[in-house]
């Protein structure tokens, strides 16, 4: 009996030893599962996350190229930035009283002025109201400052010739050798005010008081459409040459404005200024020589060009003015000089204001530049109230080196 127990107590002891080994490793065995754990690896996928470099297609952002399509829109090569000289305070002006006053009429325009046999002539344009029909009148000075009116009748109108739309202005005076006397003019097509569309034209005559016979077709006229001149050519100033004639006009297309030149071997037949790099409108057909400054009183439009030949080259007066086509238009003069006609140096500043000419005047409109002996005469027409007179500035040479 006691060996019974014995044996029973043995064989517990086997099986209590047996059963503990088999529980530690059922236990283990879950808690040695962190290697999988340890498949952190694939946490490291922040690779693929490294893919920023399909960010870095900032290349194709780089199709900024197709904005440089802007040159197709072509610009002209001319550069109008150029140096700039001063004019400040160097014009002696005779503001006391007009030089041309409007006389029987509401307005009046210097038109065009020439130095011929050691006298002055101008012929001036004449209306009420605007846009209205224009006469142009005539009158003479030996100073170029004191002006007396030939006849009260005008000496020439363009209302008879079949392209003059509306009205005809005198903007340009020659004399021939012959002693032909040449006068150039554009044409306002439209009754409206400020835009027209208009060509230029020519007459002669044998003497300043005439009789004026206008050519029977344009000389000039504006470029075809989205062309810089396309919407009107205006203010020619036309110059005598060894090598023939050359003109400065007006050339307007929208809401701006810039300065072209034309040549002709007769003053009759006129070829436009046209750089052949410049292949597309606006400038497919010609293209300006003066443009608007990129700073300044100059910076938005330049406009009715006024040319002298000097002993100092060729001289331009210009009006600037922020605006061509909408009203109020405040212009602001300025002037220019050129060694060969096409590429300019500017003034650092406009001549003068109106208030400056007159206390109380509001603006000036139209004007002409003439040359003679030594000394430069700018008229200018100056409104006061309802009314326009003529009014002259003059300054000596030299204009770069004062």
Known sequence: MQRVNWLVLFVL???????????????????????PTETAVPTATPEPTSTPEPTAT???????????????????????????????????????????????????????????????HMFHNVFTGWPAPVGVAYSVSDDGI???????????????????????????????????????????????????????????????????????????????????????????SVVATEDGYVMYYA???????????????DGLTWTKHNDPSTDAAPYAESDPVFGSGNEGWDRFNVFQPRVVLSPEGWVLLYVGATNVSRSPINNNFGLAVSTDGVEWTRSDSKLFDSRDVRAGSSNMWFS?????????????????GGNTDIYVATMEEPLLNP
């Open 368 to 384: 002409e530049l003439a040359y003679a002996q030594g000394t430069y005469f700018v008229y200018v027409e100056l409104q006061q």
């Open 13 to 35: 002891i086997v099986a209590v030893a047996c059963a503990a080994p088999e529980a530690e490793t059922i236990v283990q065995e879950p808690t040695a599962v962190p290697e």
């Open 146 to 236: 004191n002006w007396t009116r030939v006849q009260e009748e005008p000496v020439f109108s363009g209302d008879d010739l079949d392209y003059v739309g509306y009205t005809a202005l005198a903007s340009s005076a020659l004399v021939q050798e012959d002693g032909t006397w040449l006068l150039y003019f554009y044409s306002w097509d439209e009754r409206s005010w400020p835009a027209s569309t208009g060509s230029i034209g020519m007459a002669t005559a044998p003497s300043p008081l005439g009789p004026w016979t206008g050519a029977a077709a344009p000389l000039l006229q504006p470029g075809a459409v989205s062309e810089w001149d396309s919407e009107g050519l205006r203010s020619p």
């Open 58 to 120: 900032p290349e194709p952002t780089m199709t900024a190229e197709p904005t440089a399509t802007l040159e197709p829109s072509p610009t002209p090569t001319i550069a109008f930035t150029s140096p700039r000289f001063s004019v400040a305070d160097r014009f002696t002006i005779y503001g006391e009283e007009a030089a041309v006053p409007h006389g029987s009429t509401q307005y009046t325009d210097p038109g065009a002025v020439v130095f011929h046999d050691g006298q002055f």
């Open 251 to 265: 050339g307007y297309l929208g809401n701006e404005s810039a300065i072209g030149r034309a040549t002709s071997p």
